[in-house]
């Protein structure tokens, strides 16, 4: 049976240049950058070369990027670090109502602590409007958090013309570009951000290594207490193979960035406007022009993703869902519900999310396996045989 | 490692008694779209026994699967037997279910009793007569 | 020249057995846990898999288990964790002087939360007295931190004792055992802790990787807030390379650790005996025999820690060192001072730590290219001039 | 990556002037062995040159190789050549020094200077007579 997998939101492979980069890592060269000696002269060379790669990818300066376990730890980092640095100015921070459970939980975990939060609402393709980032300012705002871009509906934010808005006020801008960095051109002197999140294992790096970025002269809490690596700002021994891995995804995808857009905007378009011409009542969630490359979103009326998934998964292909029955929560989607997605539409959710080894003959295969696992599950559905009787009886 | 016992996915994919009944003695309906699964029962009576079990599901994996086995299970049954069967029971029959799906996607045993005494109150409502 | 590294409390390296169980989970196998899919099916086995590897290590229950992105990661997961949970009971913590840098300052963040420390004083073995653990509990103790071994003295700490006070005290016990996880015998139900801190590095297995044990029943804040991995105590995708290497490791470790001990302990041996014997003035620094297997720590006088380290270094063998100069913070170990060596031989800090590569030929290399070394340094001090100056006065 | 450049090592593999002189016209001593860093400067002085610089220091790599490079940067120098030496030119000329290590371990030239004073304040005391 042909394998189609098309959740790289999930997570993506490891390009085989990126394994071959860290293998050494995990063999010969395995020492400790704190040591005094050939073992730990050889991991800090590969962890200071490592965070070129990285700056370059971004546009920073390497003594400003800080290595993490995850994309988790970084936003953790950057905003409850952030926070509680400037909790003596302050203690009022705004996001948008689509940031990634990361963000959103860290900001739940402030509010226990006593600040107060914004949550910031998004058109119907999920856009945040600069002007409600004015609007939400106060005195005491020290942080403003909004996501580059959202994985699950592919919408890019206006994240310049909002850090226009909180340089002019002074106020930390911190954006999670979990999704978008190394997928495309994220410059963080462009963009005008202060503080940024990014993850290896989005574009084709290692699990269990993020960085974040954090500007000169921002102030940051550490997350992660103990020795004074990463210049005292997160400690633990760092975990090289993995860094070193980062710093190669980051290096291809710098340099291949165009091409891996161009290849994957066709393959979504295909998908975008194939499958609901083949499906009726299917409605694209997210911006329909400015989104992820690789992210063709729906939600299907009157059936459940999870059984979706599940029948897709049996034709070898794997994609994901924001439906409630899919989150380990149940749940359904709060990025959905905030694109104003009814909770019964965002059962229906099913999310495509290419690759760059993806091919057109992936995308019409589930062309082709997807629509009669629709119309099987549509006939199983109570509300399908009642919106088809209604729609009769208005006849 | 699967989400689901390999008794659930049999009757994920190969769901038995899927329909309606278009001359049910009783239709019960279990469940709601917004949070995530919903289940029509279908029942046709014969001599106090089910004699057609049929159900229409909007959900998870686990909703069918559980529709399914619940409609297997209660034909034949005397609507006694039928509304002996629990969620507990069909969950056991199934193999498990995993736990956070116990409740929610667990409703099959529910709408049929539902659908039972739809029956059993359209009969009373009747006077008894058949 | 021979290279011999005799480090491995700084990091380990990889088993081939345990980077041979990795590699698939660099290449085809890459999926997300989360996912509903035959890729995120294989993810979730291995990580289930691993799992119970680590928790038959420690004697626990698999459930029980928390993967964490490192040592460090776990003892912050822990300090801060147990405390917040339990802060409406109380804001007291008891720790001993000699505890690994990721538990002392998660404390000292605890301190600016409003949280009271005590810290014990340790014996000059660096032995933590239970009655001094006693006498310091309180009323609002809600949790005791003492580590198991230190791995810069080695000194093994009489956890089962401190547990039992804990324990009929009813205040939460938390045991780092990032450096006797893998190396000694660690069963949690034997110790008689509630929580464990264990990490991959120390043990063969990979970096990047930790794991903490909670027992059922005690209440802990997350650290890393976000979605619902790890049972909704541990957010982030899962780094699962480095957990089925963390499985893999602790299994190898399981099922050879009496032999390991033998052979590490006799290496041990042969040069805490054997450096004195050829070196006047060096002091053997934690427990004489009471301590992890492969450690063998001094202090040589007269000379400094990082120019022996150099010397060293450039005949082939790596080792550390607690010096100042040889701490990026410039402090000499807090862990030396606390076993009341002074600030001044402190200077002189040499800690070898032994492997389970390591070979009798190595010891007696360092035998024999460590005395000239020392020499070569006393004849440039001062320290030393003055001392020779002073006793031949005293004569 | 290492921590040190290839010059600091050189002169810390090979310092040059170690040791004592018997009958030094100044000594100097810079450091305290409890922060990790002292060093003893000893100079022979002739015409108002620097004959002979010797040294011993107890310390870390930095601190061994700024000792040597500060005796040899000195020795040949008259006493006001020799007080212009700074620990930053005694970086640069060892190609740098880790950031950390620039304060406590960059005593050299302190040393070297308070053993020039040790001489001038001698010579001050004897009157003058050489
Ligand atoms: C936008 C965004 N932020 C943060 C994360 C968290 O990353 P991780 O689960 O790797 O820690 C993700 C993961 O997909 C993401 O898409
Ligand atoms: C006792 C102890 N605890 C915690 C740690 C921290 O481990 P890591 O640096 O791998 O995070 C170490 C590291 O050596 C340790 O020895």
Same mark, same amino acid.
């Given at each position: 049976?042909?394998?189609?997998?098309?959740?790289?939101?999930?997570?993506?492979?490891?390009?085989?240049?990126?394994?071959?980069?860290? *293998?050494?890592?995990?063999?010969?060269?395995?020492?400790?950058?704190?040591?005094?000696?050939?073992?730990?002269?050889?991991?800090?060379?590969?962890?200071?070369? +490592?965070?070129?790669?990285?700056?370059? $990818?971004?546009?920073?300066?390497?003594?400003?990027?800080?290595?993490?376990?995850?994309?988790?730890?970084?936003?953790?980092?950057?905003?409850?670090?952030?926070?509680?640095?400037?909790?003596?100015?302050?203690?009022?921070?705004?996001?948008? +109502?689509?940031?990634?459970?990361?963000?959103?939980?860290?900001?739940?975990?402030?509010?226990?602590?006593?600040?107060?939060? @914004?949550?910031?609402?998004?058109?119907?393709?999920?856009?945040?409007?600069?002007?409600?980032?004015?609007?939400? &300012?106060?005195?005491?705002?020290?942080?403003?958090?909004? *996501?580059?871009?959202?994985?699950?509906?592919?919408?890019?934010?206006?994240?310049?013309?909002?850090?226009?808005?909180?340089?002019?006020?002074?106020?930390?801008?911190?954006?999670?570009?979990?999704?978008?960095?190394?997928?495309?051109?994220?410059?963080?002197?462009?963009?005008?951000?202060?503080?940024?999140?990014?993850?290896?294992?989005?574009?084709?790096?290692?699990?269990? /290594?993020?960085? &974040?970025?954090?500007?000169?002269?921002?102030?940051?809490?550490?997350?992660?207490?103990?020795?004074?690596?990463?210049?005292?700002?997160?400690?633990?021994?760092?975990?090289?193979?993995?860094?070193?891995?980062?710093?190669?995804?980051?290096? $291809? +995808?710098?340099?291949?960035?165009?091409?891996?857009?161009?290849?994957?905007?066709?393959?979504?378009?295909? &998908?975008?406007?194939?499958?609901?011409?083949?499906?009726?009542?299917?409605?694209?969630?997210?911006?329909?022009?400015?989104?992820?490359?690789?992210?063709?979103?729906?939600?299907?009326?009157?059936?459940?993703?999870?059984?979706?998934?599940?029948?897709?998964?049996?034709?070898?292909?794997? /994609? @994901?869902?924001?439906?409630?029955?899919?989150?380990?929560?149940?749940?359904?989607?709060?990025?959905?519900?905030?694109?104003? *997605?009814?909770?019964?539409?965002?059962?229906?959710?099913?999310?495509?999310?290419?690759? *760059?080894?993806?091919?057109?003959?992936?995308?019409?295969? /589930?062309?082709?396996?997807?629509?009669?696992?629709?119309?099987?599950?549509?006939?199983? @559905?109570?509300?399908?045989?009642?919106?088809?009787?209604?729609?009769?009886?208005?006849? | #490692?699967?989400?689901?016992?390999?008794?659930?996915?049999?009757?994920?994919?190969?769901?038995?008694?899927?329909?309606?009944?278009?001359?049910?003695?009783? /239709?019960?309906?279990?469940?709601?779209?917004?949070?995530?699964?919903?289940?029509?029962?279908?029942?046709?009576?014969?001599?106090?026994? &089910?004699?057609?079990?049929?159900?229409?599901?909007?959900?998870?994996?686990?909703?069918?699967?559980?529709?399914?086995?619940?409609?297997?299970?209660?034909?034949?049954?005397?609507?006694?037997?039928? #509304?002996?069967?629990?969620?507990?029971?069909?969950?056991?029959?199934?193999?498990? $279910?995993?736990?956070?799906?116990?409740?929610?996607?667990?409703?099959?045993?529910?709408? $049929?009793?539902?659908?039972?005494?739809?029956?059993?109150?359209?009969?009373?409502?009747?006077?008894?007569?058949?």
């Amino acid at each position: 049976m042909r394998k189609v997998y098309l959740d790289h939101a999930s997570t993506t492979p490891l390009l085989p240049e990126v394994r071959e980069a860290m *293998i050494p890592f995990l063999g010969e060269t395995f020492g400790n950058p704190s040591s005094l000696h050939d073992w730990g002269d050889a991991a800090r060379e590969a962890v200071e070369a +490592a965070r070129a790669q990285v700056a370059q $990818l971004i546009g920073a300066n390497a003594e400003e990027i800080i290595f993490t376990g995850s994309g988790t730890e970084s936003n953790n980092f950057a905003i409850k670090g952030l926070a509680l640095a400037q909790q003596n100015k302050g203690k009022h921070v705004v996001l948008s +109502a689509i940031e990634h459970f990361s963000v959103l939980q860290s900001a739940r975990t402030l509010e226990k602590w006593g600040f107060e939060l @914004s949550l910031l609402p998004v058109d119907k393709y999920g856009v945040v409007d600069p002007k409600d980032v004015r609007k939400s &300012l106060r005195k005491d705002t020290v942080l403003v958090s909004i *996501i580059h871009a959202n994985g699950e509906v592919g919408t890019i934010e206006p994240i310049q013309e909002i850090a226009r808005i909180t340089r002019e006020s002074n106020v930390v801008f911190h954006t999670d570009a979990v999704a978008t960095a190394g997928t495309i051109p994220v410059d963080v002197k462009e963009l005008g951000v202060d503080v940024l999140s990014l993850a290896g294992n989005q574009f084709y790096g290692p699990k269990g /290594v993020g960085a &974040l970025w954090v500007r000169k002269g921002v102030r940051i809490m550490p997350l992660l207490d103990g020795g004074v690596q990463e210049g005292g700002r997160r400690a633990g021994t760092e975990n090289i193979p993995a860094i070193v891995g980062l710093g190669k995804a980051a290096e $291809l +995808a710098k340099s291949t960035m165009a091409a891996r857009i161009e290849h994957l905007t066709q393959l979504r378009d295909r &998908l975008l406007n194939g499958l609901p011409s083949r499906i009726d009542h299917v409605v694209v969630t997210g911006h329909p022009q400015n989104r992820l490359p690789g992210n063709a979103s729906f939600c299907v009326e009157f059936i459940e993703g999870e059984s979706m998934l599940m029948l897709l998964n049996s034709q070898g292909v794997a /994609v @994901s869902s924001g439906s409630a029955c899919t989150s380990r929560a149940l749940k359904a989607s709060h990025v959905l519900i905030a694109v104003g *997605i009814s909770h019964e539409l965002a059962q229906g959710s099913i999310l495509f999310t290419l690759g *760059i080894d993806s091919t057109p003959e992936d995308i019409d295969y /589930v062309l082709e396996v997807l629509p009669p696992i629709v119309d099987r599950l549509r006939q199983m @559905s109570p509300l399908y045989a009642k919106f088809i009787k209604e729609s009769k009886g208005g006849k | #490692m699967p989400v689901y016992s390999e008794k659930v996915m049999e009757h994920f994919m190969n769901p038995r008694n899927v329909g309606e009944i278009e001359d049910a003695d009783g /239709v019960g309906e279990e469940g709601n779209p917004v949070c995530g699964d919903m289940m029509t029962f279908y029942i046709k009576v014969k001599d106090n026994r &089910l004699d057609d079990v049929k159900f229409k599901t909007f959900g998870c994996g686990a909703a069918i699967a559980v529709s399914s086995m619940v409609s297997e299970m209660a034909k034949g049954k005397t609507l006694e037997e039928a #509304m002996k069967i629990t969620p507990r029971s069909v969950a056991n029959e199934l193999e498990g $279910l995993p736990k956070n799906k116990f409740h929610c996607s667990n409703l099959g045993a529910q709408a $049929l009793n539902k659908a039972i005494q739809d029956y059993l109150s359209k009969k009373k409502a009747k006077g008894g007569k058949e």
